[in-house]
């Protein structure tokens, strides 16, 4: 991800108008998760478990040909586990040259959200670690907490997950 | 001073790119031969080739106007010069002063030393030889004869002289087709392959072999690398990795063929289709092996820089040891050599590091002060072993104990229960190793875990023996491609896994009352042997436990010379799996080597043998 020359960035306020993201369902709140991350959407599938792995990784699937770990996004944000249901739906991310699977409870729509709209992650946030947010975008008719995706991937941040249950800033 | 990719001053930035790659491959020249100079192993003409490189070398950097390059160039070739005339070797002093101008001259290029690589060797440049290829062309090439053309005129842009073709340059030019061309030709082949590539519609470079000039040939003792220019076949690398891949998706296919004609049954016209899939199978599996040959390499691409790296080692650590490499010649895949590269580096680091004893204590023990690192290579079958082994220190079992109580890995009542070649087997644990430092030649830090991980996760296994005062070795036993490896597939708690047949000896029944306890451990009697026994689906997680509702299924597995009993809860039958990677979320998933699909489109989990009985240990 890094760039390899520092040059100029934009900055939120010049990126374009609004952004692409692909609304996911989780515990009754709406989550959005960039498009251009999204491969595609699968419906829910037997996964394969693999013994010891980390509690939010739920095993593997074949997507054609390719094994990929599929995470259980409600317990990667600390949002407590429920049983897989008709919505559920995996959504395969791209994570570098990896892809990763996430499992959520539904896929709603696609929305374009005018960046005016998004404000930090605040107190509004509740149960999930802020460091996997990236902002909350306030529509007529709902909240979309927007994930900072490459932070829910990042493999290093592991710990955060379980350390959501004590609230620090 | 110039580093890589920017231009020479008064040279193009095509210009400085080339003369860049042709002093790397002439300093490479002359830091191969310089080793071998320096263990006495040089033949005469080896001492010319390494003239010559520093000759050619003083050339070109004159004459790219880099005089501190070329100055240095030029001693070297004074001091080569006597040897020439057949004087004696050098000492061991001059040969480091002569290395540390090769790298002087590096630096002062921006040419820092390369990893050793086991990508293909390049032949030392050598203008005077020649070279012959085999020039194909797209089928659909509607101008052979231009292209043929474009190939000659290409070789002589390069720099090169064209000695003869097939058809001739008169044919060519009367406009006559035809779908290949040979020719032989003189100057740098890296240079002329690389210009005859740029032709539209050549598919494929393929070099026939190299006529060094008159009758000398380079040969005789010494380092391998300098004679052994192999015919090569020159197609990219991706594309073979590619087809392999290919070849690999299509084995799962025709499992699931197989599966499918099962189901099916025989047909009604007489054909069986169960005769198809086993025509198919014969097939894939020539073509797995056919391009599975197309991808061997000789191990010495991948052993050509660790004499350097051995002297170098010698150096730093002040231990005095020889260095002996046998069996460069045999052929590897080449995606196995690149991924024991590290491990190959991590072993004979360790090998100084932890192996090699001070002069003074080798002394006091009765051994030679000069210790001995030996790297060895050969093919048994089908697998290929290397051995890594000195005549050091070797492992005492019961500082391993110690190690492992100290470090919390196991109770100290446990670690008393291991047997010495178990004891010996804790260095492959995560985090046991002491020395997890960062490898100046891979930049990358290695444990024995991750030797032992890549290994395994390409099949093949890690043996290790030693005896505290008379040395230790290590042995890879490596399969001869990676793609497809053989398991028995069984089912433990509703997931499949893949066993690889080789580590499984015997398939046995496991009855309740059969079982016998030793102290609280569960046995089963096993020919003469009495086997420890456990629930696979529990030691996968990391419990080393047995109950009588346990499947009844019990798969007698062996990794290097322990035996367990696993029971399991039934069979599904053997079947060939392309094993991939878990990636790296579940990188530290103990036991597992990977996973695989299966013909009926399911993942089955691949074992990792050794994890899953080292973690059943460590648990206890």
């Known amino acids: 991800m890094s760039q390899p020359t520092d040059g100029v960035r934009p900055g939120p306020g010049e990126e374009a108008a609004a952004e692409q993201v692909v609304v996911l369902e989780l515990d009754g709140q709406a989550y959005g998760a960039d498009i251009a991350s999204v491969r595609e959407v699968l419906a829910f599938q037997p996964i394969t478990r693999v013994p010891q792995a980390p509690p939010f990784v739920l095993g593997v699937i074949n997507l054609r040909g390719r094994i990929i770990p599929v995470i259980d996004l409600r317990r990667r944000l600390g949002l407590g586990a429920a049983e897989p249901g008709p919505l559920s739906r995996i959504v395969v991310v791209e994570d570098g040259e990896e892809l990763i699977g996430m499992l959520v409870d539904g896929v709603s729509e696609v929305l374009d959200i005018p960046a005016d709209l998004v404000e930090p992650p605040g107190e509004l946030v509740r149960g999930e670690d802020a460091s996997f947010l990236r902002g909350v975008a306030r529509l007529e008719e709902r909240l979309v907490i927007l994930l900072a995706l490459e932070r829910v991937l990042d493999a290093h941040q592991r710990a955060a997950a379980a350390r959501v249950a004590r609230p620090e800033g | ?620």
Not at chain 2, 447 to 475: A, C, K, L, Y
Request: hydrophobic content about 40%; aromatic content about 4%.
């Open chain 2, 1 to 620: 001073m110039a580093g890589r990719g920017a231009s020479l001053p008064g040279l193009s930035e095509e210009e400085s790119r080339l003369f860049l790659q042709e002093a790397g491959e002439l300093l490479d020249t002359l830091e191969e031969g310089l080793v071998a100079l320096g263990q006495g192993a040089a033949s005469p003409d080896q001492v010319n080739l390494l003239f010559r490189a520093a000759h050619t070398l003083k050339g070109n950097a004159g004459a790219a106007g880099l005089e501190e390059v070329a100055r240095r160039a030029h001693d070297l070739e004074n001091e080569l010069e006597p040897l020439r005339r057949g004087e004696p070797a050098p000492s061991r002093a001059d040969v480091d002063r002569m290395l540390a101008e090769v790298d002087a001259m590096r630096a002062e290029l921006g040419l820092a030393p390369e990893a050793p690589r086991a990508a293909e060797a390049e032949a030392p440049a050598d203008e005077e030889a020649e070279t012959e290829v085999e020039v194909r062309f797209s089928e659909q090439c509607p101008f052979l004869s231009v292209r043929s053309y474009q190939v000659l005129q290409a070789v002589r842009d390069a720099g090169g002289e064209v000695v003869a073709s097939e058809p001739d340059e008169a044919a060519i030019e009367a406009g006559e087709e035809f779908q290949r061309l040979r020719l032989r030709f003189r100057g740098s082949p890296e240079e002329v392959l690389r210009e005859i590539r740029a032709v539209p519609d050549v598919v494929r470079v393929e070099r026939i072999g190299q006529a060094p000039p008159g009758p000398a040939r380079t040969g005789g003792s010494g380092v391998a690398s300098l004679e052994s220019q192999a015919e090569t076949l020159r197609v990219e690398v991706r594309l073979l990795d590619h087809l392999m891949n290919l070849i690999g998706e299509l084995v799962v296919d025709r499992n699931r063929l197989g599966e499918a004609a099962r189901r099916l049954g025989t047909g009604h016209d007489g054909v069986s289709l169960d005769e198809v899939v086993e025509h198919l199978a014969r097939l894939s599996e020539e073509l797995q092996a056919t391009v599975t040959r197309a991808r061997m390499q000789p191990l010495s691409t991948l052993f050509r820089r660790f004499p350097r790296l051995m002297r170098d080692l010698e150096t730093s650590t002040g231990k005095s040891f020889d260095f002996v490499m046998e069996g460069e010649a045999t052929e590897l895949d080449r995606s196995v050599a690149t991924l024991i590269a590290d491990p190959l580096i991590h072993l004979l680091r360790n090998a100084v590091d932890h192996g090699v004893e001070p002069a003074e204590e080798r002394r006091r023990a009765g051994k030679p002060e000069r210790a001995r690192i030996e790297l060895r290579a050969w093919r048994e079958e089908n697998t290929i072993r290397i051995s890594v082994a000195d005549d050091g220190a070797g492992m005492d079992p019961e500082a391993l104990r110690r190690r492992a109580v100290e470090k919390g890995f196991l109770g100290a009542e446990q670690a008393q229960r291991l047997s010495d070649r178990e004891a010996i087997d804790l260095i492959f644990l995560p985090g046991f190793s002491t020395s997890r430092q960062v490898t100046e030649i891979s930049g990358r830090g290695v444990g024995m875990d991750v030797v032992r991980r890549n290994v395994e996760r390409i099949g093949g296994q890690v043996e290790v023996e030693s005896r505290p005062g008379r040395g230790t070795r290590f042995i890879l036993d490596l399969p001869l491609t990676v793609a497809i490896l053989r398991v028995l597939l069984v089912e433990v708690g509703g997931i499949a896994v893949a066993v690889p047949l080789g580590a499984i000896d015997e398939v046995v029944e496991v009855r309740p009352e059969r079982v016998e306890r030793v102290g609280s451990e569960p046995v089963l009697r096993w020919r003469d042997r009495v086997l420890s026994l456990a629930s696979l689906e529990a030691a996968l997680e990391g419990r080393w436990r047995w109950e009588p509702a346990a499947g009844q299924t019990g798969l007698v597995v062996h990794h290097q010379g322990r035996r367990q009993v696993w029971a399991v809860d039934r069979l599904l039958g053997d079947q060939e799996v392309v094993v991939k990677g878990l990636g790296r979320w579940l990188d530290e998933a103990r036991g597992l080597a990977g996973a695989a699909v299966l013909g009926d489109g399911r993942v089955a989990l691949v074992l990792d043998v050794g994890g899953v009985m080292l973690a059943a240990r460590v648990e206890g």
